[in-house]
Structure formats: C-alpha cells, structure tokens
T-cell receptor, first 111, second 112 residues
C-alpha cells in the first residue's frame, strides 16, 4: 500500500464553522506533513510531525490546529477560517531522508 | 540558504517533440533531488528522484533527469511528449530534518 488517503476531497465552510481534514497512510512512515497550495503555486509547508510529535510549525495561524493521534493518522482542525484560507490542502508522508508521498488533497472553500 | 529555481514559468511543446525542464538548486551539501508532476486538482506524483550514484536517473512515464553537480542542476527530460504530459512540474530538494524545498513550478502545455 503506497497511498496517502485524504478526506474529504472537497469542503465548503463558513467563517464560524469548525471542521477537520483527515489523512491516513499505512506505509510505516514516521514523518507526516500538511501543506497548503494555492493555484499555480508550489506547496507551502504548514506542519511536520515526526514520530507523532510536532517538529515543524511554519508560523501557521492558530485557526489551524494539527493533531497526530497515531503514526498512521494526521488531522488538521479548522476553526474561524478566513476566505483567503481557501486552497488545496495536501497531506504527505515520508521515511526519514526519503521522498514525499502526497495524497490527492482536500479542496477547501471558505465562504 | 537552500533554494530551488525553475526558470521557466510556462513551456509549450508540440506532441511528439522533446522536452527539457530546467531546475537549479542552492544547497550546502549533496542534496536529495526530486521531480514531481501535478495534474489539475490532483496531488503531487513523484516522477523520479536522485539520492546518490548514477547521475542519470530514470523515472516513470518515460522521464529522465540528469544531476550535474558542477552546474547545481537537475534538469528533467523526455524524448517525445504526449498530450497527457500537460501538467505542472515541480523540482524539489530534500534536506535534513524532514525539510523539502520546492521550486515555483513549470506549467507544461502540449499542443497537438
């Protein structure tokens, strides 16, 4: 199994809503990532978990809250988002010093 | 500081023609190098990677890339482009501590 699975594929939320994005991998990777991607731009790193501990937070606003319940799962909790947060949110995983395996992404629209 | 440069924002080629996408990097040590492809609305798919050894690496979908240390380059090539190759292409450098640096991407259009 070489897949990273993300749910939901599409999400529309209002600025007062609370929602979550989910990511799962069963490749035994111990590093998991959240990226944000705007159209025609490269992915921007948000968070990295290494061995289930948050190792990198790229100064992301607190309205984004990551969680890593176990080595296979990664969540991104969303609350009080702004319209400019609309983007494709990509989850990825990797072995140490290996390539990133990306999921298909969750397309988020904030109204 | 680490950085990745893709000089070509957009490239248009005819189907069947050859393709070369440029990538230059700045990194203090021997880098791990990657090329990813992204179709509209999709995630990024790994085309190929270079860690060490043979500087000419083969990837999926008929792509290859050559690592040239003296030029700090890792250019992607394909001898004959297919219409399905139209996509966004990202070059990336992998560093320690789970850090990856992406280029700004090259958008490929294929005309029949």
């Amino acid at each position: 199994d070489t897949e990273v699975t993300q749910t939901p594929k599409h999400l529309v939320m209002g600025m007062t809503n609370k929602k979550s994005l989910k990511c799962e991998q069963h490749m035994g990777h111990r590093a998991m990532y959240w990226y944000k991607q705007k159209a025609k731009k490269p992915p921007e790193l948000m968070f990295v978990y290494s061995y289930e501990k948050l190792s990198i937070n790229e100064s992301v606003p607190s309205r984004f809250s990551p969680e890593c319940p176990n080595s296979s799962l990664l969540n991104l909790h969303l609350h009080a988002l702004q319209p400019e947060d609309s983007a494709l949110y990509l989850c990825a995983s990797s072995h140490s010093a290996g390539e990133l395996f990306f999921g298909e992404g969750s397309r988020l629209t904030v109204l | 500081a680490q950085s990745v440069t893709q000089p070509d924002i957009h490239i248009t080629v005819s189907e069947g023609a050859s393709l070369e996408l440029r990538c230059n990097y700045s990194y203090g040590a021997t880098p791990y190098l990657f090329w990813y492809v992204q179709s509209p609305g999709q995630g990024l798919q790994l085309l190929l990677k270079y860690f060490s050894g043979d500087t000419l690496v083969q990837g999926i979908k008929g792509f290859e890339a050559e690592f040239k240390r003296s030029q700090s380059s890792f250019n992607l090539r394909k001898p004959s482009v297919h219409w399905s190759d139209a996509a966004e292409y990202f070059c990336a450098v992998g560093a320690f501590s789970n850090q990856f640096y992406f280029g700004t991407g090259t958008s490929l259009t294929v005309i029949p």
